[in-house]
């Protein structure tokens, strides 16, 4: 009877074991990821500006659709790029339009300052 008991004590070890193998693999790969969305978010905070919750949500969306294929570690860094890149993008766009909204200021145009000279 010892035996068994043995047996059934030396599986369960072996159990957690594996388990507690599993769970320290997917903490690994939980912390690449957030590494990684560091860096892509890091890399291009700078050109951001106020609208880092967007690259944010662009990186999390890169997450979760690369999550959702059979190779999440290939197509994260990509699509995760690829996002970043529309951000900053669409953040240019942005900033182009605020400038042409800008009202003119006819003293500082060059062109009014070189005639009325």
């Not at 560091?38 to 919750?53: C, M, Q, Y």
């Not at 999390?60 to 529309?86: C, M, V």
Request: charged residues 25%; hydrophobic residues 40%; proline residues 4%.
């Amino acid at each position: 009877m010892n035996t068994t008991t043995t047996g059934t004590e030396s599986n369960q070890s072996a159990t957690h074991r594996f388990a507690n193998a599993c769970l320290d693999g997917c903490r690994k790969v939980l912390s690449q990821f957030q590494n990684l969305k560091e860096a892509i978010l890091a890399e291009f905070r700078p050109t951001i500006g106020s609208d880092e919750h967007l690259l944010r949500l662009a990186v999390n969306e890169a997450e979760a659709l690369a999550r959702q294929t059979a190779y999440p570690y290939l197509f994260f860094p990509t699509l995760a790029l690829e996002k970043a890149e529309s951000v900053r993008n669409w953040h240019a766009r942005q900033e182009n339009l605020r400038r042409l909204r800008e009202p003119v200021r006819w003293s500082q145009a060059p062109l009014f300052n070189s005639v009325t000279r």
